[in-house]
């Protein structure tokens, strides 16, 4: 059966129209689920990871072209600064991943329903946590 949309007459119309009301969607209003946030960040982090490549890039174009060259790129990649962009690199790369495989489960129709997505988005930002954190322990050990 389906249903058709009928506009509302103006009396309808008067009585809906309320000062208190806010416009829709209105921020106060609408909060955003865990699950669109992380959506959001899964696009950010694509590019940010995309952008950290050439971090990556300038250190192995630095080794190939010789000692000093290596040892300037390590200094900038050793610095407080070059520490902070690691781990933002890190911290993208495996929350990228995760969220990646939690898509790739999506895909064969397993853990679609809204609390199997909400667990699964809180599961996404702790195995995040872990991992970067297990990288940066074997990293710098």
Same mark, same amino acid.
């Given at each position: ?5 009928r ?12 000062d ?8 106060q209003?609408?909060?955003?689920p ?17 952008? *950290? ?5 300038y ?12 040892d300037?790129a ?13 781990? *933002?690199f ?12 939690r898509h790739?489960?999506?895909?064969? *129709? ?23 954190v ?8």
């Amino acid at each position: 059966m389906r249903v058709r949309y009928r506009a509302p007459t103006v009396e309808e119309a008067d009585a809906m129209k309320s000062d208190t009301r806010p416009l829709s969607p209105h921020l106060q209003v609408y909060k955003l689920p865990i699950e669109g946030k992380l959506s959001i960040l899964h696009r950010i982090t694509g590019v940010g990871i995309s952008i *950290g490549m050439l971090l990556l890039t300038y250190w192995v174009g630095a080794a190939a072209y010789g000692p000093e060259t290596y040892d300037a790129a390590m200094g900038f990649i050793t610095s407080w600064f070059g520490y902070l962009l690691l781990l *933002g690199f890190s911290v993208a790369f495996f929350f990228h991943t995760v969220s990646g495989i939690r898509h790739l489960v999506w895909d064969v *129709g397993v853990g679609l329903t809204k609390e199997e997505a909400r667990r699964s988005s809180y599961a996404v930002i702790a195995a995040t946590a872990v991992l970067t954190v297990l990288a940066w322990i074997i990293g710098l050990a």
